[in-house]
């Protein structure tokens, strides 16, 4: 269930969201990027990373 949304890491989320790993780390320190932690790890959900683009273009 949600193993097929979640994505592992910030390049595979980087490469989901067609930007650099480096951005990604911004957008999270900033609060920008929904992020689960789990000790060093981040893991995105997809369906939250597509939301929070769409709310941006709007």
Same mark, same amino acid.
Request: net charge positive; glycine share 8%.
């Given at each position: 269930? #949600?193993? /097929? +949304?979640? %994505?592992? /890491? *910030? $390049?595979?989320? *980087?490469?989901?969201?067609? %930007? !650099?790993?480096? !951005? =990604?780390?911004?957008? =999270? +320190? &900033? /609060?920008? #990027?929904? =992020? %689960?932690?789990? /000790?060093? &790890?981040?893991?995105? &959900?997809?369906? @939250? #990373?597509?939301? $929070?683009?769409?709310? @941006? *273009? $709007?």
């Amino acid at each position: 269930m #949600l193993n /097929g +949304d979640l %994505i592992n /890491g *910030a $390049a595979e989320a *980087a490469k989901f969201i067609g %930007i !650099t790993p480096r !951005t =990604v780390y911004h957008m =999270v +320190d &900033r /609060g920008e #990027l929904p =992020v %689960i932690r789990k /000790g060093k &790890r981040l893991y995105f &959900r997809k369906s @939250e #990373l597509e939301a $929070a683009f769409r709310s @941006e *273009a $709007a």
